[in-house]
């Protein structure tokens, strides 16, 4: 052992257990912020991870699959020939047996639609789209399963596994009545307010139901493959005259960018507070570390190494650090049952997406490692500083230690107005640069982010959303696939409900078009740029050619009303000749996104129903953006192709005497909301195919304004907590500054500087940290605040920014009562000796 080596560690330990037991207050606040930057990390964490999980199950559940790609009466080649494209993750067979018919209790006609699922179909594609499974799907010709609607419809409000229902249903094969035994029932969530009753393969076999004469294969692909996939698929499958693969949108396609965004808006808000509990634990330990200075300079004089001293301050902190972060987390984990449920209503509204978006907490592991490493990290970062003054000072600079020296020098200030406190002022708020610019973020970052998300919020008006999304008062919408859910029997029904004062249809239909190279040129060189995979234009042209003039791939035609052109010529300068519209000689192009539909515009396309043949001319007078019609896109069949054309009602019956009617728009008398919605729901129950969307203006509108509220309110309190974060930052570094200024101050009085002139002096540094703030509020912030107005139209197409003038006056009058009232009340609180007892208590 070396002689020379210091052997005083246990003093040091039972030194720091004693230390840390005689700062209770220290300790207090250190517990504190380190409780406070845990949970709020925690809880970002939480709130974030829970959310991407719950919006991702909620798309699922909303679409009623999680198949993308679907075909109509497949054959058994075709479905092994779809199976071994490596694209195509899953493919299922679902079979349309029929519905059930039946009078309720409360004499209502129930309509349940009857489907067999296949393994593949029932596990890959349906099941993640529903939950509160009970008992198992049906094995056996007389087993049956429910679901929730389909048991309230036959009023079975206990079901039990096994129990017999006798049902009258309607197949091809006729009308039927048989008794079935239930074998599970579980919860559905799409829109259409029809129940479902799953069938048994033995039940499809001995009745004669074969997927190629009433069945559909739903075919998921990759995330993000969809449209690559059914390329694959329109090349490798050998398809019928008249079947063509139809494709919705895939909920997974969203999730990646919705992924991203909302990743980095949780790592701004956790750098923020990283940032913001670093300052509150480094001020507090500063405080405590300025304040027992010279017991560290004492414990030089025993020998003490700077080492040690260091370790000692350092254990210190981690000792508490082993009580709050734990703290932190229980907390967080306590408060995600109440937080993040309620923060998920941002995403949900009082209809059906309620019910929808499920409250799942996810309790990731992974969760609390990282913020308790985010926490820790945070602790040693702030620890850092303090536990280098304690060790490096001497018992000579302890004795004479302010806290205020850089190590340099200070250059003289010469000036003529003497002791000016607004000069002096100035001075101290710029004496410590680092923690200045630090109080400064904080309170501008607080203040900014509280601006940002107000002014956000606001400008999401519901009579905005409405006009834009709902400028009717109901919706009827048919999803894919798009077959003939709505007959002229269920059109005429309609019409004549009482209280209806206009309707009107959208109509679509499936067709060819004529492969004219020269034609579709654009768009030929448009898909060639996007392949990006070396492919030549020509040989590009010749395999697009190809595919077309096999059939194997098409467009959708959608029929408009006038008023979608009127509206595009308001705001477009190319008008479209309206007249010649009307007469089915110019068609619209959708949607503009820079796939070379613009070079498109004056050219004649040839159109013709899928696989007759009958080719009828029309030139292209416009092309459609996002925002000018209300059609989603997603339909297109291949890539390098438009995705839909806009046609008027006359050219659409040219085309065919029959085409699938894909959306109703109806409006009511006034008053009559109600009674008409009613009656609709009713009419609805009537419709086997149940793949629709049925949307009425109020309660969207009541959805609408609950969203808002439950954002306001969340959104509103995250703002608010990083504003108070920077407001508890702020009264931190004025407690350090006067704090670790003490010995200044009294000798300031000492001299014949009087108690008010020292208040004023604070209160000045203060005001200037209020002022310096407000004026990057109103250069920076402004900056960002008009960003912000630039991308909120980007962000929700039917925004309107107001700048928040209001809001920005009253946070300014709030920052500057806080900054001019708090160094007032620190040094009220710090000088209640006398100057000689507090020169005394210097000196001693």
Sequence with gaps: MDPMRNNNSPVIKRIAKRSLAANRTRNIFAICAIILT???????????????????????????????????????????????????????????VGSIKAKTASEKDAQIAMAYY??????????????????????????????????????????????????????????????????????????ADTG??????????????????????????APGDRLDCQEQ?????????????????????????????????????????????????????YISVTKDIRFYGMLKTIGAAPKQIKKLVRSQIFRLSAIGIPIGILLAAAASFIVVPFALTLFSDSGSSAEIMPGDVSFNPWIFIATMLFSLLTVIISCRKPAKIAGNVSPVEALKYTGLSSGRKSAKRKSTSGGNVRRMAFHNVFRGKKRSALVFASLFMGTITFLGV?????????????????????????IPPINHKFDEQYIASLSKIDGVDSMETISTLNCD?????????????????????????????ENLKLALAEGQMGVWIFSIDDHYVEDYNKSHENKIDLAAFRQGKLAILGYDDGSGYGD?????????????GKYRTVKVGGIFDHEDCLI?????????LMDLVFVSDAFMKKMSPDPVIYNITINADSGREPYVEQQIQKLNSTLVDTSFEFHFKSDIRESFLSGMTSMRILGGGISIMLLIIGVLNFINVMLTSVYTRRQELAVMESVGMTKRQIKNMLTWEGGYYALITTGLILTVGNGLLWLMSRSVTGIADYAVYHYPILLLILLVQLLFIICLLVPRIVFRATSKESVTERLHQIDS
């Design 38 to 96: 845990t949970f709020m990390l925690s809880s970002v964490f939480s709130i974030g991870s829970s959310l991407l999980q719950n919006m991702k199950t909620m798309q699922i559940r909303a679409m009623g699959t999680t198949a993308s790609v679907f075909l109509k009466n497949p054959s058994e080649s075709q479905i092994e020939q779809v199976k071994k494209q490596d694209l195509v993750q899953a493919a299922g067979m679902e079979i349309a």
């Design 118 to 191: 296949d393994d593949t179909q029932w596990r890959e594609h349906y099941q993640p789209a529903i939950s509160h499974i009970n008992g198992e799907y049906p094995r056996t010709y007389d087993k049956i399963m429910l679901s929730e609607r389909a048991l309230k419809q036959l009023d079975i409000q206990a079901p039990k596994i096994n129990q017999t229902i006798r049902l009258t249903y309607v197949t091809r094969l006729g009308t039927k009545t048989s008794d079935f035994r239930l074998s599970g029932w579980y919860r559905n969530y799409t829109p």
């Design 196 to 221: 479902m009753a799953l069938l048994s393969k033995d039940y499809c076999l001995s009745e004669g139901f074969t997927g190629q004469k009433d069945g559909r294969l739903s075919i998921s692909c």
């Design 233 to 285: 698929l329109n090349r490798n499958v050998s398809l019928q005259k008249g079947q063509t693969f139809q494709s919705s949108y895939d909920p997974r396609e969203g999730n990646s960018t919705d992924t991203l965004y909302i990743a980095a808006t949780l790592i701004g808000i956790a750098l923020f507070i990283v940032l913001s509990g670093y300052l509150l634990i480094y001020n507090v330990l």
């Design 454 to 478: 107000t002014s956000f919020i606001d400008s999401l008006g519901v009579d905005q959303y409405l006009e834009r999304y709902m400028p009717n008062d109901f919706r009827i919408t048919s």
């Design 513 to 541: 078009i004529d492969p004219d190279e020269k034609t579709l040129e654009p768009l030929f060189r448009s898909e060639t740029i996007k392949s990006d995979d070396g492919t030549s234009y020509e040989d590009m042209a």
């Design 600 to 612: 498109m515009l004056g050219r004649s396309i040839k159109l013709s129903p899928k696989g007759q």
């Design 632 to 640: 989603p896109s997603g339909y297109g069949q291949m890539a390098g």
